[in-house]
């Protein structure tokens, strides 16, 4: 009688491995052209069937809009094209409503690029976000709440979706806005509406490194342009604690006595002219290091009521 000694059986186990990893590959390969297929089935709904008839699905999109911010939106118009082989909506005559029906913020026109990043993390991810000529309205009430376009902030700085809407910002390559106006409504206060204007900004996001630039124009007479740049990095904004980075903001030539309507000074002034630059650098979510550069002329004032006037 014949035994298989170990070096005859020793193909077999190898034979099997063989084989099992030819069958990984095949599933791997079936897998693939699957996803291949998935997409030039989804590229070609969206280019024939979805972007042509946008128009018809008005409700759809708007309903994700309203139920994204949790408030009412209205959308003038809807069109739809391709940039490049990615496609791009736009949205005309945007309008969001605060939970007390006042216009709370208004886009003339915002101009989407899709990123096909959307498919693989289930939600919308823009290559591009173009938003032209935007009305916003902050405002702090009566009991000194403080709404954005209609959505409460709350001490923590998320508000109402706030966090949700931030994570949302930070997901994108890059946002940009063009010629926008804020205005500051202050009932607590009562001062009269404050609107900066001219205002224009640029946020890229990549790999966790977010880079921001500001310039807006302050009310006739008020002074010279804001300019605010900054560099962070971090990850979620409901953790502070992993930011960092530097921040720099200049805001020159401005008559100091025309803010006093919305700025409470520590000393009584009469008139002054002022500039300031300052550079923040951030560590862990705190203020690391703080420099101030101010600059003050033309100045009466009196630092106390038993002092003389400078």
Do not use: C
């Not at 014949?2 to 077999?12: F, H, K, L, V, W």
């Not at 708007?62 to 408030?71: D, E």
């Not at 919308?124 to 209609?150: K, T």
Request: net charge positive.
């Amino acid at each position: 009688m014949q035994s298989e000694t170990p070096t005859q059986a020793a193909p077999a186990p190898r034979r099997r491995a063989q084989a099992a990893r030819r069958g990984l590959w095949r599933i791997l390969e079936t897998l693939a052209w699957f996803a291949l297929l998935l997409f030039a089935v989804s590229l070609l709904a969206l280019r024939y069937w979805v972007l042509p008839n946008i128009e018809a699905h008005r409700e759809v999109v708007v309903g994700a809009f309203s139920r994204g911010l949790g408030l009412p939106v209205r959308v003038g118009g809807i069109q739809a094209d391709w940039q490049g082989l990615r496609p791009r909506v736009t949205l005309s005559d945007v309008r969001v409503y605060d939970r007390d029906g006042r216009e709370a913020l208004v886009l003339p026109a915002v101009h989407n690029v899709i990123s096909w990043r959307s498919l693989l993390f289930a939600e919308l991810r823009m290559r591009s976000l173009i938003i032209d000529s935007p009305r916003l309205a902050i405002r702090r009430d009566a009991a000194g709440r403080l709404y954005v376009a209609g959505l409460e902030l709350t001490a923590d700085g998320k508000g109402e979706r706030g966090g949700s809407a931030a994570e949302w910002i930070l997901g994108q390559r890059e946002i940009e806005v063009r010629n926008a106006e804020i205005e500051w409504i202050d009932v607590k206060r009562g001062a009269p509406p404050l609107k900066l204007s001219a205002l224009s900004l640029r946020l890229r996001n990549a790999g966790g490194v977010h880079a921001l630039g500001l310039n807006a124009r302050p009310p006739e007479g008020f002074g010279s342009a804001l300019v605010v740049r900054a560099e962070l990095k971090g990850g979620s904004v409901t953790v502070p604690s992993q930011w960092s980075g530097r921040l720099y903001a200049e805001f020159g030539g401005t008559d100091l006595a025309a803010w006093q309507p919305w700025v409470d000074y520590p000393f009584e002034l009469s008139r002054g002219r002022g500039g300031l630059r300052m550079w923040v650098t951030l560590g862990a979510g705190q203020r690391v290091r703080t420099t101030l550069d101010v600059q003050l002329s033309e100045v009466s004032a009196r630092l106390a009521k038993d002092l003389p006037r400078l």
